[in-house]
């Protein structure tokens, strides 16, 4: 009986804890992110890979942080960009028709890519920053 009990605490503690995965190969870094001591369950994760060519973020969230989400990159990210497929609101920068950058939110979901070969160091590093701010939006509670 003991052990069960000693078990079951060891258990809820360890899944108590916050999480975060940091992986590192050559000259790309990806971070996932959970967020802690939670009152409420979540399902927020949030992975950002930089190499040297291509920086991505995939995001997992909860439902009610959408609209937040969607603020931000409205007061971040030029309008003229904008388009709305069937609930997805897409923000997409093209330069000699190839994609520089493009934001994606749907319903729970944000994808984020960024080609550094097709913009300028000052706006890979106002994207960059852009996507810390949305990996701290997603990180509150």
């Known amino acids: ?70 603020k931000l990159l409205a007061d971040n990210l030029d309008s003229n960009l904008l388009s709305t497929e069937a609930g997805t609101k897409i923000w997409k920068k093209d330069n000699n028709g190839e994609t520089a950058y493009s934001f994606i939110l749907k319903e729970e979901k944000l994808k984020v890519s960024i080609d550094k070969e097709l913009v300028s160091n000052e706006t890979f590093e106002k994207l960059k920053a852009l996507g810390e701010k949305i990996s701290e939006t997603l990180s509150e509670k």
Do not use: H, R
């Open 1 to 70: 009986m003991k052990i069960i009990l000693f078990l079951t605490l060891l258990i809820c503690s360890t899944l108590a804890q916050a999480q975060t995965a940091v992986a590192t190969s050559g000259n790309t870094t990806a971070v996932a992110k959970a967020p802690s001591k939670q009152s409420k369950t979540t399902k927020t994760s949030v992975s950002i890979s930089n190499s040297d060519n291509y920086y991505s973020l995939l995001a997992n969230f909860d439902g009610w942080k959408t609209k937040k989400l969607e």
